[in-house]
């Protein structure tokens, strides 16, 4: 599969088989990750694999938390009560159940610049387009996957878990991958190129 290929035909998956991920298809999906462009070459990331048993299972209940915070809370309209019960219907039959987690964190462990804020930003880009390669190789290999941001909505709960530090490893977002249950269906746009763009 080429690359423009892979970009037009992935969707995000959110139900997985139990089917492990081959170590051969992980090494190619973290090797995607810092083959990613990176500001001024720094390769501030820093990524948490989640394959045991037990740790799947508690940050799934995380990041369940998150995403019931995010209908209830983040939504400037909620989801109506018939909807959160669906979804809660979903989460009981294995909703965001993954045979592996990626956790992506800027690493800001060793500074580079004087300005620490500008590179922040910068880390947080570079941690950004190493999701997407991962995301992309991912689905390049039938891998299915689900970025996730709504663990920001409660981070402390998450450092706790990954027991780090957030002033070292600060936390961009994690990555559920698996075997799709349903093949994906790429989602109609809403916004055409004409709608987001000018050209001067
Ligand atoms: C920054 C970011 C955060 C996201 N956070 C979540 C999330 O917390 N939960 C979730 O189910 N999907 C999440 N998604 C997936 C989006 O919902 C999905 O990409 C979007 O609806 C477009 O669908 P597609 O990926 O199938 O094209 C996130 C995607 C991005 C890029």
Not at 57 to 64: D, G, S
Not at 101 to 112: C, G, H, M
Request: hydrophobic share 40%.
């Amino acid at each position: 599969m080429n690359v423009i290929e892979a970009i037009n035909t992935r969707a995000t998956v959110r139900e997985f088989s139990d089917e492990k991920i081959k170590e051969n298809d992980l090494k190619t999906i973290l090797e995607a990750a810092i083959r990613a462009p990176n500001a001024g070459g720094n390769e501030q990331w820093f990524f948490i694999i989640v394959e045991s048993k037990e740790k799947l299972e508690k940050l799934r209940n995380l990041i369940i938390q998150a995403q019931r915070l995010y209908y209830t809370e983040m939504m400037k309209t909620p989801l109506s009560k018939e909807q959160l019960e669906k979804w809660e219907e979903r989460v009981k039959e294995g909703l965001y159940k993954a045979p592996l987690y990626i956790a992506a964190f800027k690493d800001l462990r060793v500074r580079y610049y004087k300005n620490s804020e500008i590179e922040e930003r910068w880390a947080e880009q570079s941690v950004c387009a190493a999701i997407e390669n991962m995301i992309l190789v991912a689905h390049s290999l039938n891998i299915g996957s689900c970025w996730f941001g709504v663990p920001l909505l409660m981070e402390d709960k998450f450092y706790e878990f990954f027991n780090v530090k957030k002033e070292e490893l600060k936390l961009v977002a994690i990555i559920a991958f698996g075997y799709p249950k349903q093949k994906p269906i790429p989602k109609k746009r809403k916004k055409k190129i004409e709608d987001v763009t000018i050209r001067i």
